[in-house]
Structure formats: C-alpha cells, structure tokens
C-alpha cells in the first residue's frame, strides 16, 4: 500500500516584464498527504480550497486521470488529504500548484517515472503558460521559454539576494478575467520595447543589480499597464514601497497580490511599514523557495 505526501510552493509570476515567462517559487505550500485505498476520497484541511462534490469533480482528480490516460494507465482508489497555504485567485499560482499535485499524484500512484521536463510540459498544456509551473516545480526564480513547435526550455537562476513582501488583498481576480483586459497584438515598435526592458530586467538580476532591475519591473509594457486598473490601490503599493525602500513592485501573476522585492533582511521593516494604512489586506514577508515540488 503506498503512502506519500506531496508539497508544492505556492509561485509569484512575470516579475513584472518577465510576462509569461518568468516566475519564482515561495515559501507558501499546497501539500496532500496520499494514502492508498480501494476507493477514492479527498478531505480539505483548510479553508483556502474550492469546495467540491464529488471526487471525479475534484479539480487534483482530473488533473491526475488525465496524466494516467496520457500514458494509457488506470489510477488506483486513495485518500487524498489536502492542506493549502496558497489562497485562490490572489496571483500566487494556487492553481499551478494544483495542476502539479494532480500531476504528480498520478506519477506516483501509477509509477510513470516522469521527468521534470515532462512534468513541466504537462502543466504548461494545461495551465497555458510556463512560468508558474516551472517555478513551483523547479523552486528559486525560473525563466521559460515556449518554442515554436510548443516545447518548454527553462533556467534557472542562481539564488539571489533578495526578500519577497507580498500585499494581498481580500479580495479575488480570476486569471482568466485579468487575461482578457491585454491587447491580442503589439506593434513591432512596442514588442521591441516591452522585450529590450525584460532583457535588462533578467541581466540586472543575474548581475545582483537590484536597483536596475527594480526599475525595469516597475516599466513593464506587457500586461501591468493594461491590468493597473484592476488592481486595488496599485500606485500606492507601489508608491510606499519604493519609499520604504524597495527595489520595485509588481503585480504578482494576473494580480491583485501586489509582490515587492526588497533587500536581503528588510523584509519584516518593509512589512511592517506598508500594513500601516493598508486594510483589507494580508501583508507577509515571504522567502523565496528554493526547492520546488517534493515527494516524501
Ligand atoms: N488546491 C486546489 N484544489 C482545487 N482547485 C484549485 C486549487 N487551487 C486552485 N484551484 C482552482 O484554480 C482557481 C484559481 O485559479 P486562478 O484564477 O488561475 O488563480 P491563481 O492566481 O490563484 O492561480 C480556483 O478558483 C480553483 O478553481
Ligand atoms: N503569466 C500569467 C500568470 C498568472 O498567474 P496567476 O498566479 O495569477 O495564475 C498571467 O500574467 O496571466
């Protein structure tokens, strides 16, 4: 009888112009304990999960069966316990993480031996977009790239120096809402623009030149200008950061978490200074996780 526990980071993605591309992984976790038996059954242990019916409804079971049929398998009966730190539609990739969980259940329970590329591969068919999952399941800040012909190529980058404070908001945005608000097109003028700032963003980033790369997050042309709106209290977050001395302030994912990225060690200062006057609202100071999904 097999028994395993499954946890996955929760991912902060695009990093402002990093757009469907660039992500980290932090230190927020969805995780299933498994435990095999001959039907299946699933127990939420926390309040940041979707209610569900039945177990063919659950999101983690369609997930799994259809990676098993992919490979032509059948998944045995479990009980799945769930816990999740990530809340839902906040821009904190909970449905990434989810998708690798299914995944992943299914690599397990059926012995498929799948590599961290075709896990990533799958999740990117499925999500429609790399950056959360290659995060959430490399760990530490992961850039993607989808080729021509649909394969997913990845870096990962050497740790950095930095700490993460996210602002929350009580409120929900769907990805899918935050999606359909972005232009279908970019001129070649723009695309040359928006791609020369994530360029500089990256190189920042790998040479430990904070500042500059704070600055390029802040001038994103892919998706921030068109999605500012949505955004409970966008400028201001990104106002009192910067003057609480972050380097610069994104949206995280499709939003509405606002995540800034500060020096090593101001983290819990920075914190603390942006919960003054902001209700409604969860502020942390998170660390970025360097591990990515694992099987125990
Ligand atoms: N742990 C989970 N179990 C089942 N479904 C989940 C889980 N996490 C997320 N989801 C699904 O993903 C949706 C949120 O996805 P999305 O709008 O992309 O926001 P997010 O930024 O949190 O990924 C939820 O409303 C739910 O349908
Ligand atoms: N690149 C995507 C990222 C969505 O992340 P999520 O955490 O909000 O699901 C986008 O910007 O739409």
Known sequence: MKQFKISIPASSANIGPGFDSAGLALNRFLTLDVTEQEEWEFEHKSHFLPSFTDYADHFIY????QTADRHQKTLPGCKVTVASEIPLARGLGSSASAVLAGIELANQLCGLSL??????????????HPDNIAASLFGGVVVTATTQNNQVEYVRLTSLDLDVVVCI?????KTETARSVLPANF?????????????VMIAALL?????VAGKMMENDLFHEPYRAELIPNYENIRRKAKAKGAYGTVISGAGPTMISFVPKGKGAYIR????????????AGLQID???LQVN
């Open 207 to 211: 040479s430990g030149d904070y500042h």
């Open 62 to 65: 369609k997930i799994a069966k």
């Open 169 to 173: 908001p009580d409120s929900e945005l």
């Open 272 to 283: 603390e200074q942006m919960e003054a006057g902001l209700t409604g609202y969860t502020i």
């Open 290 to 292: 360097q591990t990515g």
């Open 115 to 128: 590599t961290g590329e075709q896990k990533l591969q799958y999740g990117t068919d499925i999500e429609g």
């Open 187 to 199: 001129s070649r003028k723009n695309a040359t623009s928006a791609s020369a700032i994530t360029n």
